[in-house]
Structures are given as structure tokens and as C-alpha cells.
């Protein structure tokens, strides 16, 4: 098991920031599933295996979905699968969020799903994240009820909430994550959620020294930007750039550059000011701050990739979560002697 990929499957992966932490501890995702196309693009652009598919999990039959799995991966079922469904309804920054907005409906279709392939498949684990909003009073009992739907599924159930900036990243993000474990294959296992850094890494350290960025024009392709293809930004317009105060509200609040970065969840009017003052952060400023390595690159247009940055899971993250989940597989490798189909 040290040494072997595990097959696993994602939902829900946008442009594949948890799927890319994961593929650091050897877990091999077989396909990847995603219904904004832009995001299925940035997931293939960066992946060594173009294994993305725009797929509406909202209505598709497990039966397909099982059909799809046979025909890319053979003789070689997943094992797991992660995700983090649209969080938009139960995020705490929306505040015109409503109870039966159909985004809420995606947490227990994603439980639906996995039971599905569980009963085919026999699935180790899954891993499940979101904002913690969840967790708010309002929320109390649909959480209950996502938590009952993944325990009808077959899984002993963990959750816990982990912020960015304890493991590495210029960034304050705490999301909730909630892991659960075969309870046949598992019975007695317990998950141990991964444990932060103690040094924080500032603004600073993360993007000072960057060059500055190209302005947003049209007909601006990402060939045309020198440095980076996602090094871009919008041509700054108001006064409010020139203002001295890093807490001009939700749309002119500028970095500090010995701080962790707050929350990278955006807006096209609410990107971060960069900490010099005189313009918001490009793209790839707002990546970095997100954890993804300098050579990950977004499609799509500016739009589209301020969404998908917004919505990702940091890789260091998922990383270091992935090791916990692979040291809890780990025992039951002990005992028995399955051998890898990889």
C-alpha cells in the first residue's frame, strides 16, 4: 500500500486543486467529474492524464457513471472518491442564500452516488468538503441529514475543519472536511485529521517580486502575457486604489504584506487588493495565494478563471489530508494481501 497509487474517482473537481493534492501521495484519479466546462479545460490542461469530463452529476445515473469507469479503467476499480460540491448555498459570505437553493441538493446526490458505487465497487473511503457555514445553527439540521445520507451509504463518518494558513499557505481559509471509512472494511478504524504548521506564510513571502501583470483588454490572449498566462488583471479605474486603508470593505480591501491573505473567494469586484495599492491581483497572484504551484495554469476567460480560483480546494491541503487517508488505508493493508491492480 506505502508504495501503490489507489485508484480513486472526483467529483465535483473544478479546475482540480484537491485532485492535485491527492495525486502528490500517489492516489490516481481514473475520472474526474465537473459540469462548468471551463474548469473541466484548467483540470486537462494541467493533468498528466486528460481524465476530466463534463458531467452533470445532479441527474446522471450511477449506472453510467459505472459504464464510464469499466471503459477507462478495466479490471481496475476506484477506491475512493473526493469532492466538494457548490457550497454557494450554505456559504456564510452569501447573504442572499436561501434554504432551497438546488446547489444544497448536490451534498446528498453526491451520497446517493457513492452508495451506488459502493454496492459496486466496494469503496474505501470518501472524502467530502465544504464551507463552514455548514456547520451554522440555520444549517444544523441539513448537516445532520448529509451526515445520515453517507452513513446509509456504508461509511464510518469524521469531520473536522481545517484552515490554509496552518499548513503552508499565505492564506486564512477554514473548510470543513468530513472523511469516511468503509465501516465493513473499517470497523475499527478511527481517521486522525491532520495536525497544522506552526509558522504562518505571509503575502509576502508568496508574491512579492512578481512582475507586474498584464491589464484585462479585449482580444488579450494568455500567449500575448509574458510571465504567466494567467498573470492578468482588470485595468484599475477608481481613487479608491490610491487609498491609504487596507479595509476598504468587501471590494476595495488590500493585502498586507506581512499577513496571511484573507479568504481568496471573489467576485470580479471583489479581488483583493494587491498590497501596493494601485491595482486588485492578477489570476495568478490569486493561485499562488491559493497554494497551486507556479506552473498551474487556469482556461477560460478572466471570468471563468476567478471562479475557478475562488472555488478551489489549496493543494497543500488536500495534500497532507490525502496522507491521513492513506495512513488509515493502510490498515487494513494489514490485514489482508490484496494485490494492486496498478
Known amino acids: ?161 481545517l484552515d490554509a494558513q496552518d499548513f503552508g499557505v499565505p492564506q486564512r481559509r477554514r473548510r470543513l472536511f468530513l472523511v469516511g471509512l468503509n465501516k465493513e472494511i473499517f470497523p475499527d478504524t478511527d481517521f486522525i485529521f491532520p495536525a497544522g504548521h506552526v509558522r504562518k506564510v505571509t503575502v509576502r513571502d508568496a508574491i512579492e517580486g512578481l512582475p507586474e501583470p498584464a491589464y484585462f483588454e479585449r482580444g488579450l490572449k494568455p500567449t500575448d502575457i509574458a510571465y504567466h498566462p494567467n498573470h492578468w488583471t482588470m485595468m484599475p479605474k477608481s481613487d479608491k486604489f490610491l487609498s491609504e486603508s487596507s479595509t476598504g470593505g468587501r471590494s476595495f480591501r488590500r493585502l498586507d504584506w506581512d499577513k496571511v491573505s484573507p479568504t481568496v473567494a471573489y467576485g470580479n469586484r471583489e479581488i483583493h487588493v494587491h498590497p501596493n495599492g494601485n491595482r486588485r491581483l492578477s489570476v495568478h497572484e490569486a493561485m499562488i495565494l491559493q497554494g497551486f504551484p507556479a506552473t498551474y495554469r487556469l482556461a477560460g476567460n478572466f471570468s471563468q478563471q476567478i471562479t475557478q480560483v475562488s472555488n478551489a480546494v489549496p493543494p497543500p491541503v488536500a495534500q497532507v489530508l490525502a496522507r491521513a487517508v492513506r495512513r488509515a488505508l493502510q490498515t487494513e493493508a494489514r490485514t489482508t494481501d490484496r494485490q494492486s491492480c496498478l
Do not use: W
Not at 475520472?31 to 452529476?57: E, G, M, T, W
Not at 476499480?77 to 457550497?87: F, K, Q, R
Not at 463552514?132 to 440555520?138: D, H, I, R, V
Open 1 to 161: 500500500m506505502a508504495n501503490q497509487e489507489i485508484p480513486i474517482l472526483s467529483f465535483f473537481s473544478g479546475a482540480g486543486g484537491l485532485d492535485y493534492g491527492f495525486s502528490k501521495e500517489r492516489f490516481k484519479v481514473l475520472l474526474a467529474c465537473d459540469n462548468f466546462p471551463a474548469a473541466v479545460a484548467s483540470y486537462n490542461l494541467n493533468a498528466k492524464r486528460k481524465n476530466a469530463q463534463q458531467i452533470d452529476l445532479s441527474d446522471v445515473p450511477p449506472a453510467d457513471l459505472c459504464k464510464t469507469i469499466d471503459k477507462l479503467s478495466p479490471g481496475c476499480p476506484p477506491e475512493g472518491i473526493v469532492g466538494g460540491p457548490p457550497c454557494q448555498g450554505f456559504s456564510r459570505g452569501n447573504v442572499q442564500a436561501s434554504p432551497k437553493d438546488p446547489r444544497n441538493l448536490l451534498s446528498f446526490r453526491y451520497a446517493e452516488i457513492l452508495g451506488a458505487l459502493n454496492k459496486r465497487y466496494a469503496m474505501k473511503f470518501f472524502v467530502f468538503e465544504n464551507v463552514m457555514g455548514l456547520l451554522a445553527p440555520k444549517h444544523a439540521n441539513r448537516f445532520d441529514s448529509i451526515r445520515k445520507a453517507f452513513h446509509h451509504a456504508g461509511f464510518n463518518l469524521f469531520h473536522h475543519d
